[in-house]
């Protein structure tokens, strides 16, 4: 792992780019040392620099976080191949044209899953070896499946908090029963993206026996800010 920019942000958390291998990445460390691990995935692949994900990160690193977030592949700052431009291309066509797309995300989706979970496995080990970094390992995301499959592989991964707002293959769905870590999910009650009795049915699915659903009113962007504090609150029970 090789840090490539450092800035210590107003707030006293420091910002340092990275790469490991083809990985770009960034972690976030708040002023005290050291701290449990949080992985920051946002929603199918979306660019770590994305600004949503950036004031997450920067918010649970001041709240005593280490948190680390990457580029899937194909995504952010990494290359895109000309299949993986058209097949973004035919998603937007198809919804602008209100067509149904859920295979078009299964081809999509699904790939981009198989592809992240070695890399973050690769980045969580090299993360683990830094002596900011105590141990304890959480995951907090809009990349629901992402966060599935991690959960199910990973034995470092202790608890986590998923967002209902983007496309689970089926893969992933049939997997969540074999998620057993103690889980907040978001769900935004009225996501034009997101069916919601899908979501529903996705927690109902999952085999945690410590699960929490938080709903709110309002579209795909609309998540109350307080739902920050509240899983940092969460991650607190299960990682300090």
């Known amino acids: 792992m090789q ?3 450092e800035q210590r942000l107003d707030d006293g958390v420091l910002a340092r780019e ?5 990985i770009p990445g960034t972690l976030w460390t708040p002023g005290s040392a050291p701290a449990p691990l949080v992985l920051m995935a946002h929603n199918n692949g979306l660019p770590k620099a994305d600004p ?4 997450r ?4 690193a001041g709240r005593g976080y280490a948190v680390a977030t990457i580029d899937a592949a194909g995504c952010g700052d990494r290359p895109r191949s000309a299949a993986d431009e058209q097949a973004r291309a035919d ?5 602008r044209a209100g067509e149904p797309v859920d295979e078009m ?7 981009l899953v198989e592809n992240a979970v070695p890399e973050w496995q690769t980045t969580l080990d090299a993360l683990l070896e830094l002596p900011e970094i105590d141990g304890r390992v959480g995951y907090s995301g809009g990349w629901t499946a992402l966060g599935i499959r991690l959960a199910v592989v ?18 992933q ?11 907040l999910f978001l769900l935004q009650w009225d996501d034009e993206g997101n069916p919601r009795q899908r979501a529903l049915d996705l927690f109902d699915a999952f085999g945690s026996k410590e699960k929490t659903l938080h709903a709110n009113l309002g579209g795909h962007t609309g998540t109350p800010w307080f739902e920050l504090e509240d899983g940092c609150r969460f991650l607190d029970r299960h990682l300090k």
């Open 154 to 171: 990973e034995p470092r991964i202790a608890a986590a908090g998923f967002f209902a707002g983007g496309y689970v293959p089926r893969a």
């Open 3 to 5: 840090f490539t920019t």
């Open 105 to 111: 995300l299964e081809s999509l989706v699904g790939p």
């Open 91 to 95: 998603l937007r066509r198809a919804m």
């Open 57 to 60: 990160a920067r918010y649970t």
């Open 52 to 55: 949503r994900l950036v004031a």
């Open 173 to 183: 769905r049939e997997e969540a029963p074999l998620v057993t870590i103690p889980l």
């Open 18 to 22: 990275f790469t490991l291998g083809e």
